[in-house]
C-alpha cells in the first residue's frame, strides 16, 4: 500500500522501539533466573513473589504514565524512554542490595516491556488509519526478531563475563544504536502529526467527536463499557500462558525427560512462527477489522497448549512452540488494531495504556499463580488444561464485542 511505502521510517522506528523492548520482556529477563536466585540465596518461589510484584509495580506505572504520548512530541518522548531504559539496564548490572536490583528490574519492566512497546503500537495505531493492521503486524516483528538475537547474545555474553557487566552491555547498545535511529527515523514527524491533529479537527467539526462512533472515547468511559471486561479473557490469555511457559521453561522440560538445552534449542521455531504470521494478520484486520477477528486467536491458543499437553517428541515439541509464536504475532495486529475501531483516536494511548497494564499484570500473575500450584503438587498437565479452558471460554466470551458496532 502506498501508505507504508511512503511512512517506512516510522513503520521503522515502531520495529526498533519493539525489538529494543526484548530487554524488559520475560524471556529475557528469565535468562537471569538461576544467576540472581543463586547470587541472593533465593528460592524459587521467592523469585517469583519478587518478580510479581516487580511486574505489578510496572504495571501500574504504564497506567500511569501511558497517557503521556497523547500530550508530548514523539520524537522527544521515544527519545527520553530509550534513554531511561539504559540507564534502568546501568542500574540492574550495579544490582547491589536485593531491593535495588529488584527496583532496577521494576524499571526495566516497566520501559520495556510496557512503555517501549506501547509507544510502537499506539504510533501505528494513530497515525496508520489505512493500512493499520499492516503497519502493526509490521512493528511487531520487532518483538521476536529481539527474541531470536538478544537472549542468544545474553547467554553468549555471560559465559565470558559475570550476569551484572552483561546489562552494562545492554545498555550500551541502548545508546549506542537505539538512540540515534530513534532520532533519525523520526525526523520530520511533526509535519505528519500536524497533519494528523488537522484530520481529527476536520472530522470533529464534521461528526462531533474522532472517533466513528460519535462519541470522543476517555479511559473513564471504557470502565463503564460492557464489551472491555468481555473482552478482558481475551487480552490476557496470551500473555498470562505464554509467560508462565516461559518462566517455567526448565520445570517443563524436565517433565517433558528434556534438557533445558535441548527445549531452548528450539526456541527458534517459537520466534519463526511469531514473525510469520503478523503480516498476514495485518492484512486480515485491513480487509475485515480487529474486532471481527477478536474470537479467532483464543482457540489457535488452545491447540498450541493441548499440543504441547499430548506431546514429547522433538517434532510435537517444536510444533508447540510454533504455535505459540503463531498465535502471539496474530494477535498482535488485531488486538491493537481493535482499540482504535472501537474507542477512536484521539485518547488512544491512555486507553492502550489502561489495556496495556492489564496485559502487563497478566505476566505478573502467571508465575506466582502457577508457582503455587505447582508447589502445591498441581501437574503441569492439569495447568495446560486450564490453559485450554481459559482459550475457549475467552473466545465465546468476545463473540458478542466482535458483532457489536463500532
Known amino acids: 500500500m502506498a501508505i507504508l511505502k511512503n511512512n517506512m521510517r516510522l513503520l521503522a522506528f515502531g520495529f526498533v522501539m519493539a525489538v529494543f523492548s526484548s530487554f524488559g520482556q520475560t524471556y529475557f529477563i528469565g535468562l537471569y533466573r538461576e544467576p540472581i536466585s543463586s547470587f541472593y540465596d533465593l528460592s524459587n518461589s521467592d523469585f517469583g513473589l519478587y518478580y510479581m510484584v516487580v511486574t505489578l509495580g510496572s504495571a501500574v506505572g504504564l497506567n500511569r504514565f501511558g497517557h503521556l504520548i497523547d500530550g508530548m512530541a514523539l520524537r522527544p518522548y521515544a527519545l527520553g524512554l530509550v534513554v531511561a531504559l539504559a540507564v534502568a539496564c546501568f542500574l540492574f548490572g550495579i544490582s547491589g542490595p536485593a531491593i535495588f536490583l529488584f527496583g532496577s528490574m521494576m524499571l526495566v519492566r516497566l520501559l520495556g516491556q510496557g512503555m517501549m512497546v506501547h509507544a510502537a503500537m499506539t504510533t501505528m495505531s494513530r497515525y496508520f488509519d489505512r493500512g493499520r493492521g499492516r503497519a502493526v503486524a509490521i512493528a511487531g516483528l520487532g518483538m521476536p526478531i529481539g527474541q531470536a538475537l538478544l537472549p542468544p547474545l545474553a547467554v553468549f555474553l555471560m559465559s565470558y563475563m559475570a550476569w551484572q557487566d552483561t546489562w552494562f552491555v545492554m545498555?550500551?547498545?541502548?545508546?549506542?544504536?537505539?538512540?540515534?535511529?530513534?532520532?533519525?527515523?523520526?525526523?520530520?514527524?511533526?509535519?505528519?502529526?500536524?497533519?494528523?491533529?488537522?484530520?481529527?479537527?476536520?472530522?470533529?467539526?464534521?461528526?462531533?467527536?474522532?472517533?466513528?462512533?460519535?462519541?470522543?472515547?476517555?479511559?473513564?468511559?471504557?470502565?463503564?463499557?460492557?464489551?472491555?471486561?468481555?473482552?478482558?479473557?481475551?487480552?490476557?490469555?496470551?500473555?498470562?500462558?505464554?509467560?508462565?511457559?516461559?518462566?517455567?521453561?526448565?520445570?517443563?522440560?524436565?517433565?517433558?525427560?528434556?534438557?533445558?538445552?535441548?527445549?531452548?534449542?528450539?526456541?527458534?521455531?517459537?520466534?519463526?512462527?511469531?514473525?510469520?504470521?503478523?503480516?498476514?494478520?495485518?492484512?486480515?484486520?485491513?480487509?475485515?477489522?480487529?474486532?471481527?477477528?477478536?474470537?479467532?486467536?483464543?482457540?489457535?491458543?488452545?491447540?498450541?497448549?493441548?499440543?504441547?499437553?499430548?506431546?514429547?517428541?522433538?517434532?510435537?515439541?517444536?510444533?508447540?512452540?510454533?504455535?505459540?509464536?503463531?498465535?502471539?504475532?496474530?494477535?498482535?495486529?488485531?488486538?491493537?488494531?481493535?482499540?482504535?475501531?472501537?474507542?477512536?483516536?484521539?485518547?488512544?494511548?491512555?486507553?492502550?495504556?489502561?489495556?496495556?497494564?492489564?496485559?502487563?499484570?497478566?505476566?505478573?500473575?502467571?508465575?506466582?499463580?502457577?508457582?503455587?500450584?505447582?508447589?502445591?503438587?498441581?501437574?503441569?498437565?492439569?495447568?495446560?488444561?486450564?490453559?485450554?479452558?481459559?482459550?475457549?471460554?475467552?473466545?465465546?466470551?468476545?463473540?458478542?464485542?466482535?458483532?457489536?458496532?463500532?
Open 171 to 406: 545498555a550500551a547498545l541502548c545508546l549506542v544504536v537505539a538512540v540515534p535511529l530513534v532520532f533519525f527515523l523520526l525526523t520530520g514527524h511533526e509535519k505528519r502529526h500536524a497533519d494528523w491533529l488537522a484530520q481529527q479537527a476536520h472530522e470533529a467539526a464534521q461528526s462531533g467527536s474522532g472517533a466513528n462512533t460519535g462519541k470522543v472515547w476517555r479511559r473513564s468511559d471504557v470502565l463503564r463499557d460492557c464489551r472491555f471486561y468481555l473482552m478482558i479473557p481475551a487480552l490476557i490469555v496470551i500473555p498470562f500462558w505464554i509467560t508462565a511457559i516461559f518462566f517455567f521453561a526448565e520445570d517443563i522440560a524436565a517433565s517433558k525427560g528434556w534438557t533445558m538445552q535441548a527445549f531452548t534449542g528450539l526456541y527458534w521455531l517459537y520466534a519463526l512462527g511469531a514473525a510469520s504470521t503478523p503480516l498476514l494478520g495485518g492484512a486480515l484486520v485491513d480487509h475485515f477489522g480487529g474486532k471481527r477477528l477478536l474470537p479467532w486467536y483464543p482457540p489457535i491458543m488452545a491447540l498450541g497448549l493441548w499440543v504441547g499437553l499430548a506431546g514429547g517428541s522433538v517434532l510435537e515439541i517444536g510444533a508447540f512452540l510454533a504455535l505459540l509464536g503463531l498465535v502471539l504475532g496474530a494477535a498482535g495486529p488485531i488486538n491493537n488494531a481493535m482499540w482504535a475501531e472501537i474507542y477512536g483516536t484521539r485518547h488512544l494511548g491512555e486507553i492502550k495504556a489502561l489495556a496495556t497494564s492489564l496485559m502487563v499484570l497478566s505476566t505478573a500473575l502467571a508465575p506466582y499463580l502457577l508457582g503455587l500450584f505447582i508447589d502445591s503438587g498441581v501437574s503441569f498437565g492439569a495447568l495446560f488444561w486450564a490453559g485450554i479452558v481459559h482459550s475457549a471460554l475467552a473466545a465465546l466470551l468476545v463473540i458478542p464485542v466482535a458483532r457489536s458496532k463500532a
